[in-house]
């Protein structure tokens, strides 16, 4: 029996895991050629096809699907026996990619929480990337991602970091010259402005104290994919704009901005995403419990 060469195994499994030559030549600090060659080694050595390969696409052979999840367990064994030692000596190292909608930049505290992470493990390279999706999570190599509202079906796990209140607000001027909104359903008179991305599109959902609630269809003629230009637009008495308590909590308390209909407004929820294919790290479980601490 030839040697087992973990070099091999590792580009195969990184190839998969990432769909892409070039994506796995990045990650392993590698040509694009090198990376090419070794799946052809490991190929001749096994004597058989695992990745078909055509310009655009690459898919896996039965033999190729195989050994990926087979080495998948043996790769995450390996993780999970190195996060022990870290945890032994009490040490944090390596990368963490964290993705991030970019509207959470204006929560101070979670801004605080990541920043006194950074400096309670200065042996942890931490990247954050701004953005929405949770797609492709293992190909972009994101260890984990946050996300804003209810969890859609997906086999990622998830914690719940902790509640956001909602706030519907205008300015005094707007509020002045068009009048207060009395019930949900008066909003139809109002030019209301909505985050593009919205879950409910042009819909805002509205909370009754008999746990019934109520989705009132908008004016929405302006739309924005930034939630803090939306409340900048609301600040100069442009409209009606349905923000993130964080992000207008200020200007309520300095009465910039009046908050509307505030019986009637909801919460939604700030969860941690992971992958659920790969072994949490014990870098991701501190990062996790050091957010948990004490987050309001």
């Known amino acids: 029996m030839k040697k087992l060469n973990l070099n091999l195994v590792t580009t195969f499994y990184t190839v998969v895991k990432n769909h892409s030559f070039s994506q796995a030549a990045d990650e392993l600090v590698l040509s694009k050629s090198v990376v090419s060659k070794q799946i052809r080694q490991l190929e001749n050595e096994l004597?058989?096809?695992?990745?078909?390969?055509?310009?655009?696409?690459?898919?896996?052979?039965?033999?190729?699907?195989?050994?990926?999840?087979?080495?998948?367990?043996v790769l995450d064994d390996i993780k999970e026996a190195h996060d022990v030692i870290d945890q032994r000596n009490d040490t944090l190292s390596g990368s963490l990619k964290i993705r991030l909608p970019i509207v959470?930049?204006?929560d101070l505290n979670l801004m605080q929480k990541i920043g006194s992470f950074a400096q309670a493990y200065p042996n942890v390279e931490l990247e954050v990337i701004y953005g929405y999706t949770l797609d492709d999570l293992v190909s972009d190599g994101i260890d984990l991602a946050f996300h804003i509202g209810a969890m859609p079906d997906s086999s990622f796990r998830c914690r719940k970091i902790k509640d956001i209140g909602t706030k519907v607000v205008a300015s005094p001027v707007y509020i002045k010259k068009n009048g207060i909104p009395e019930a949900p359903s008066d909003l139809k008179k109002y030019r209301c402005m909505n985050y593009r991305s919205c879950l409910t599109k042009d819909k805002w959902r509205f909370n009754f104290p008999d746990a019934s609630h109520e989705y009132v269809e908008l004016n929405s003629t302006i739309r924005s994919d930034s939630e803090a230009m939306l409340v900048e637009m609301a600040k100069n008495g442009v409209g009606v704009a349905c923000a993130l308590d964080f992000l207008v909590g200020d200007y309520i308390e300095r009465e910039v901005l009046v908050s509307l209909l505030t019986d009637y407004t909801w919460s939604t929820e700030l969860f941690v995403v992971y992958p659920s294919t790969v072994v949490m790290s014990y870098k991701v479980r501190t990062f996790i419990d050091h957010l948990l601490k004490n987050t309001n």
Do not use: P
């Open 47 to 73: 004597q058989c096809t695992l990745i078909q390969r055509t310009t655009r696409t690459l898919s896996l052979t039965e033999q190729g699907q195989y050994l990926y999840e087979r080495y998948s367990k």
């Open 104 to 106: 959470l930049e204006h």
